[in-house]
């Protein structure tokens, strides 16, 4: 089946950097990766999404990269703010749904 | 994006009893809904697969006479808890299928805490 690596499990920041989270995957028929966004006693929040004919896509401060050769990708987030601060979820789809173990990020005001 | 809402978003019950939840996406039909169980620190746990007007796929593991799920409708999945026991005590989130946003884009229920005393 599949494994999705997430990488770094704890991230902090400073307020106005950027900060990167990078997931691998193992099954070479994943074919859609979403990005979500947990606060605390909430649900999963889908903030980005790519799927594998495309290797990158930006939506205002967020943007997700794929390689597919490599099997991973990475969320970026530019100009951090302190409702940033969240845990982090990749997921890899293709016959399944396999999500990351999650990062938990912390911006620094 | 699109909205899915759950129902209770806390529920406390006594050990014994049964607890429904329901999960609704409200403004797109879902003929597939995830329910999932989410552990504090932990990533989320696919429960089972909800298929409107047929059975629901278990995952393996999962009680089907445990965790009672009905997908009576394209909005509406329910998961029921029978004989609840503390260690039932969970996050418990469900996800809705919009197929019109494109395969496998699911969107995510505000989770339902259940605690079972």
């Known amino acids: 089946g599949e494994n999705v690596e997430q990488h770094p499990s704890t991230l902090s920041v400073q307020e106005g950097d950027s900060a990167v989270i990078k997931c691998t995957y193992s099954d070479s028929a994943s074919n859609y990766f979403p990005w979500y966004k947990q606060e605390l006693g909430k649900g999963p929040q889908l903030i980005i999404d790519i799927r594998s004919n495309v290797g990158e896509k930006k939506d205002q401060r967020i943007a997700v990269t794929l390689n597919k050769t490599a099997k991973h990708f990475s969320l970026h987030i530019t100009e951090t703010q302190p409702e940033d601060s969240a845990v982090y979820f990749c997921a890899a789809s293709g016959n399944q749904f396999y999500f990351g173990t999650g990062t938990s990020l912390t911006v620094i005001p | 994006g699109a909205v899915v809402s759950q129902h209770p978003s806390r529920v406390i019950c006594k050990s014994g009893t049964s607890v429904k939840i329901e999960c609704r996406s409200l403004d797109f039909q879902a003929t597939t809904m995830f329910w999932y169980r989410q552990f504090p620190k932990q990533s989320l746990m696919l429960m089972a697969t909800s298929n409107e007007g047929s059975k629901a796929t278990y995952e393996q593991g999962v009680e089907k006479d445990k965790f009672l799920i009905n997908h009576a409708s394209l909005t509406l999945s329910t998961l029921t808890v029978t004989s609840a026991h503390p260690e039932d005590s969970s996050f418990y989130i469900c996800?809705?299928?919009?197929?019109?946003?494109?395969?496998?884009?699911?969107?995510f229920g505000p989770g339902t805490r259940l605690t079972v005393l």
């Open positions: 996800s809705a299928e919009d197929r019109d946003r494109g395969a496998d884009t699911q969107y």
